[in-house]
């Protein structure tokens, strides 16, 4: 009975991880194509290449193996809220351990790429920019930039390893507080340094979702919705434009015919208008080539398809976002305040999500197909945010995304902000649906006294219910997903108010984007800065 017991676990064990197999090979496929499409053809390099397509994947494959985590810990119980034959308690250990060692893994492996390996290939690339600068001197240059940050690793490591979460006797000596400190962290196996460093750069994720996600989560429906401008009117507005400047060019170089030099606010002037004519030339042969395209035709018949897609966007993109106002409404009446970090003790404000996510997990991939719909569509909206707004620090435009045109530095910088959102999805779907992250489909057993006609006195009745905070620790596994979620309180409290700052933001991109006229059909594909050479790069309009 033993043997087929686990056997019987074996085979449905290996389910989940064989689906997880699939999904990782589909991720490398996805980043592949997603880096690709956007990297620039005349300054693509191997090494940045491969760095945006493993930072990007890394973080992928992190948040689809929650499922998995949720999937095996809810896999251990029947749905009467009794343990199944094969899950003793060394069954279940070794279950839990090895997801939690995959996480130790994998978050490692996301420390090292945004602290070491992102900056350094960054950095050298900047270097490389320079002509006078050997490649020697790039390595240097590069590893004395990342050294920095690895520093800063080093010291979020050790402020999670040494940040006590139980408080030592205030009697205790020095040394006795000192050995309490060591004996937190071998009993932790540096879990809390490891989740500390995490929730840090999820605390940034969480303004990369605040600033990009939520504005794309309403620009790409709308611009869906809207449509883009025509291609011939745009193309006899930039006739007049072009003739326009041209007049101006000519009257300035009248001045210019008894042979006396121009003045300087002259030249000046000389030399803006004949930039701007360059710019206006080439978009002439943009929207010359967009006009004739067949391409651009077969886009013109898909466009109620579009329109169906935008619809479709923005009631996901509601729907989502009444369903984080409701989970927030109810950690900010039910909750156990911001010393807990909000933690709530079951749901008395039920959302959608919350409602479909659970009854979706007990018939497995069902919840798994959701939840990469749900990160799937986290990274197209802030694509889309990213590319409406770009890359900024303060109020200096670093870098412009555009497809087929984005430099290596630009890559890397995109794939860390999207390394970054991805891994604060994971505490979006926590917040939205607290009990499905932290137990699954688990029920447990409890006392309830029932009254029998045929029978004097009151019968004592073990009846399941749903696995909560309240749930005894034996009865109900957590997975090791809600421990690097919330080892640190003061993290959640964070991500709560942030979370009220996304709906805000959100709100705010909706009224933007609705009032924002139809894009250019060629929006973000040409720039004041672009050289005459970067017209010879095979177009996105292209078949």
């Known amino acids: 009975m033993a043997a087929a017991g686990n056997g019987s676990a074996s085979a449905e064990l290996v389910i989940g991880w064989w689906i997880f197999g699939l999904l990782l090979l589909a991720i490398l496929v996805f980043c592949w194509v997603y880096v690709r499409k956007y990297q620039s053809q005349r300054e693509s390099e191997v090494v940045s290449t491969i760095t945006a397509i493993f930072s990007l994947a890394i973080a992928l494959i992190t948040s689809a193996l929650l499922p998995v985590d949720i999937f095996l810990v809810s896999y251990m119980k029947n749905q009467n809220g009794t343990f199944k034959d094969w899950a003793n308690s060394n069954v279940s250990k070794q279950i839990e351990d090895t997801v939690l060692y995959g996480y130790y893994t994998l978050y490692s492996v996301i420390l090292f790429s945004v602290f070491l390996w992102i900056p350094f290939v960054y950095f050298y690339f900047e270097g490389k920019d320079e002509d006078d600068t050997s490649r020697c001197t790039q390595i240097k240059t590069a590893f004395k930039y990342s050294l920095v940050f690895a520093v800063i690793c080093a010291l979020l490591l050790l ?63 709308l611009n869906l919705i809207k449509g883009t401008r025509s291609a011939a009117y745009e193309r006899l507005e930039n006739t007049e434009d072009i003739e326009e400047v041209e007049q101006h060019i000519q009257r300035i170089k009248s001045k210019n015919k008894d042979g006396r030099p121009l003045p300087g606010k002259d030249r000046r002037a000389l030399k803006h208008f004949e930039e701007r004519l360059r710019t206006l030339k080439r978009r002439d042969r943009h929207l010359e080539f967009i006009e ?97 707004i770009g890359i900024w620090f303060l109020w200096i435009r670093l870098y412009k995304i555009r497809r087929g045109r984005t430099r290596p530095q630009a890559l890397l910088f995109l794939c860390m902000i999207l390394l970054l959102i991805v891994l604060h999805s994971s505490y979006m779907i926590y917040s939205l649906s607290p009990q499905y992250v932290m137990y699954g489909s688990q029920k447990y057993l409890v006392e309830s006294n029932a009254t029998y006609i045929d029978h004097k006195g009151n019968d004592t009745l073990s009846v399941p219910k749903n696995c909560d905070a309240d749930a005894p620790v034996d009865q109900c596994i957590v997975t090791r997903t809600y421990l690097f979620l919330h080892k640190f309180w003061f993290f959640s409290a964070v991500y709560y108010f942030g979370n009220w700052a996304f709906i805000a933001a959100f709100l705010i991109g909706l009224v933007v984007s609705c009032f924002k006229g139809k894009k250019s059909v060629i929006e973000g594909e040409l720039d004041e800065d672009d050289s005459d050479l970067s017209d010879d790069e095979p177009s996105v309009y292209s078949p």
Not at 161 to 187: C, D, I, Q, R, Y
Not at 199 to 220: E, P, V
Not at 297 to 326: H, M, N, Q, Y
Request: net charge positive.
């Open 159 to 221: 402020v999670g390893a040494f940040v006590p979460l139980n408080v030592p006797n205030k009697n205790s000596t020095e040394w006795e507080k000192v050995k309490f400190l060591f004996e937190e962290l071998g009993s932790s196996h540096g879990l809390a340094a490891l989740s500390f460093s995490i929730s840090s750069l999820t605390l940034i994720g969480m303004l990369a979702a605040i600033t990009y996600t939520a504005y794309g989560m309403s620009a790409l429906p």
């Open 292 to 388: 004739k395209s067949c391409w651009t035709k077969f886009c013109g018949a898909l466009r109620p398809l579009k329109i169906i897609w935008g619809v479709f966007f923005i009631l996901v993109a509601l729907l989502f976002t009444v369903s984080l106002f409701l989970s927030n409404l109810d950690k900010a009446l039910h909750s156990a305040g911001i010393d807990s970090g909000f933690i709530i003790f079951g749901t008395n404000l039920t959302n959608p999500l919350n409602m479909l996510l659970p009854l979706l997990q007990t018939v497995f991939p069902l919840d798994y197909l959701l939840i990469t719909t749900i990160i799937m569509y986290f990274i197209f909206t802030s694509m889309a945010g990213i590319r409406n």
